[in-house]
């Protein structure tokens, strides 16, 4: 564990911010500024978590966007339909490229994700049943494992169906009480119907942000100096006149999400905490803090060809201390971009604030069975694993 102090907080000072260019910036500072308020609103506030605001603005903004999309495409097609015929064949075909990059597709689980078949993880489905119906909803349609660290609920399709990607590497580290809290939060996310909302504020955020790099390619790159000289002066001068209504409603849209996706977060926390313990859910929360717990060791035993489930199973536990300097390095430390999350220290510390009770225990068997059908799929993962971790380390 590193070294630190935990009164001038030297040996926690956060990584030094990426020069990822000022759109990136700008839409850190906005989702960093968006998490502080809605941490205090919160921690003043606890009862305001059951509303969600921000969300019917977020979700009306998008699907204005979303409609008048087709009418924009529409009236230039007219224009273009009023040009010369080479004009015409050179610009309809520029614009259907463009309607093909951004026009909504129905959702599908990731492509690398193994779905498990019914007969293949009965107790797990009924495990995820039962969780899904202490928190009031419908379980997930299917169930998939993949190798990232992570678990989510993803709409499939356009939105009938729902999925459940279970990430083996992170559910291999978790303790019981941590998969029932991580679970539980996913599954608070379907209760919010946030995946449903989330999907058109994401194909209004993807078409806005697809239209500003087409017009500005430079704009989310690293800063570069596009006034260097008179001819890429007058060219940046112009292509800002142009984008600029673009990038307007894009970072609006940003703003909106920000507050209205950290919030889901918290909600699905506390929906989480009711049902699996906020004890339960602060040690779940606690093990993503960077550096994610077991991560280090299971990249350890890849190396010197070592089990990896095996590591993941028997990673040490970081000591409480370190879990202190972990969360101060997240509350000083930058926003990550596209992280609709709040900081892991703002989710962990307003479940301190307002705990509340709670604790689903399925019987010891069940769980023996459910490890029995999770160490069964691991096979076909591990060496994709073992690929992808090797490939990342270089
Ligand atoms: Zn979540």
């Known amino acids: 564990m590193p070294t630190w102090c935990e009164r001038c907080g030297k040996g926690a000072e956060p990584p030094a911010p990426l020069d990822s260019g000022r759109i990136y910036r700008a839409r850190q500072a906005l989702a960093r500024k968006a998490a502080t308020r809605l941490h205090q609103r919160l921690s003043e506030q606890p009862d305001s978590l059951a509303v969600i605001p921000s969300r019917r603005v977020a979700v009306a903004f998008s699907v204005a966007v979303l409609l008048a999309a087709p009418l924009v495409v529409l009236a230039l097609v007219w224009l273009i339909l009023q040009l010369g015929f080479y004009l015409k064949i050179l610009f309809l075909a520029v614009l259907a490229g463009i309607v093909l990059l951004i026009v909504p597709r129905p959702n599908r689980l990731p492509p690398e994700a193994t779905v498990l078949a019914p ?9 995820v049943s039962q969780v899904a119906g202490a928190m009031g909803v419908r379980p997930p349609d ?13 709409e499939l399709g356009y939105g009938r169906r729902t999925g459940l990607v279970i ?30 909302d989330g999907r058109l504020v994401f194909w209004a955020r993807r078409l806005l942000w697809t239209l500003v790099e087409l017009l500005w390619p430079d704009a989310l790159r690293p800063t570069r100096n596009a006034f260097s000289d008179a001819g890429g002066a007058i060219a940046a001068v112009l292509q800002h006149i ?19 996706s950290q919030h ?10 009711q049902v699996a ?33 095996r590591a993941l199973e028997q990673a040490p536990k970081p000591t409480d201390r370190e879990l202190r300097r ?27 604030r307002h705990p509340v009770g709670g604790g689903l225990h399925p019987p010891s068997q069940t769980l023996r069975r459910i490890e029995e059908e999770m160490v069964a799929v691991r096979g076909p993962l591990t060496q994709r694993l073992r690929d992808t971790v090797l490939m990342r380390l270089g």
């Open 142 to 154: 299917a169930i998939a494992v993949d190798i990232d660290h992570n678990m989510s609920v993803v």
């Open 242 to 260: 142009i984008v600029a209504p673009f990038l307007a409603l894009a970072m609006t849209l940003e703003r909106l999400d920000a507050v209205q």
């Open 326 to 352: 972990r969360r101060a390095v997240c509350a000083s430390g930058e926003h990550q971009l596209g992280d609709s999350h709040p900081p892991t220290s703002m989710r962990i510390d307003l479940l301190e």
């Open 119 to 127: 007969a293949e993880a009965p107790a797990l489905r009924d495990f």
């Open 277 to 309: 313990g906020s004890a339960a859910m602060t040690s779940a929360l606690a093990g993503l803090l960077p550096p994610q717990r077991g991560v280090t060791t299971m990249e350890r035993a890849i190396r010197q060809r070592e089990d990896p489930w």
């Open 167 to 196: 990430g083996l590497p992170l559910w291999t580290v978790l303790s019981w009480p941590e998969r029932t809290a991580t679970l539980a939060h996913e599954m608070g996310h379907l209760r919010g119907r946030d995946t449903r």
């Open 264 to 273: 889901a977060e918290y909600l699905a926390d506390r929906r989480a905490a």
